[in-house]
């Protein structure tokens, strides 16, 4: 056999056997300033696997993002989110085994923690009056006034496609955030999974309802990852396994403490 079709063969079968990512169920609820909580169950039948995806999907002109700090490790996700009323959140970013933040933090327009440059944390989310961005470091100007930041990564998704070289053995739960067209912003978390795999079931599946994903920052994840998101009647909430250091609230703009 010519040594092309050998090779043409090999990629054939490697591609039909890594498999792409279908959406088995998609169900969604309404919840206050237009908010969505969306919940997805996906499979992969070439690695014969399944993977369950979290989102609260919203609107940057109805609602905006704050950070908030959990300095003394005193609360978790729900109990914060409760107290301060906001509409949905998930785990925020790194932090040293002395519970300091790694990278760029900011809240309430104060900046926390200074930018820093490394390998894995190569991008910023941040909100300011204009609206909710995620930012490559590069981009990321601290001249702008933005009221809250967290540095993360890595990048998931870029310029609309899965960015590719991430780490593919260690499966582990995952946060993320992600925006798309219209000013649409989701936070969202997923059951156990290598980065591989969640990069390329938000660049290459229309996951969220109506957000076609251009950019996709990974938070800290692992027995870090958590969600959290409002309903009229008990919260849907996925509890962190370990306090973590700061999180990231959904709130309506123009909303208080």
């Not at 940057?60 to 490790?73: F, H, M, P, Y």
């Not at 992600?178 to 997923?190: E, M, P, Q």
């Not at 660049?203 to 998101?229: C, M, Y």
Request: glycine share 10%.
């Amino acid at each position: 056999m010519p040594k092309l079709r050998v090779a043409v063969l090999f990629l054939a079968v490697a591609t039909t056997a890594h498999g792409n990512w279908t959406i088995l169920s998609a169900d969604s609820e309404a919840g206050g300033a237009g908010i969505v909580h969306q919940h997805v169950i996906l499979e992969n039948a070439g690695i014969n696997d399944r993977a369950v995806v979290d989102l609260a999907i919203f609107s940057a002109k109805s609602c905006t993002l704050r950070v908030i700090q959990n300095e003394d490790g005193a609360s978790d996700l729900a109990e914060v989110m409760t107290r301060r009323k906001c509409l949905a959140g998930i785990n925020g970013g790194y932090f040293s085994p002395d519970f300091a933040p790694i990278g760029l933090l900011i809240t309430d327009g104060k900046v926390v923690a200074p930018l820093q440059r490394a390998r894995l944390i190569t991008g910023v989310l941040s909100a300011s009056a204009r609206g909710v961005q995620i930012a490559r470091i590069r981009e990321f100007s601290q001249q702008r006034k933005v009221s809250a930041a967290v540095q993360c990564g890595p990048f998931l998704v870029d310029l609309g496609r899965s960015v590719r070289g991430l780490e593919a053995t260690r499966s582990a739960r995952r946060t993320f955030a992600a925006i798309g067209g219209s000013d649409r912003v989701a936070l969202g978390v997923c059951s156990e999974i290598t980065l591989t795999e969640l990069a390329k079931i938000l660049g290459t599946t229309q996951i969220a309802d109506r957000v076609k994903i251009s950019r996709a920052l990974n938070f800290d994840g692992g027995s870090s990852s958590a969600f959290w998101f409002a309903r009229d009647s008990a919260a849907f909430s996925i509890p962190e396994q370990k306090i973590v250091r700061d999180f990231v609230a959904v709130v309506p703009r123009g909303s208080g403490d």
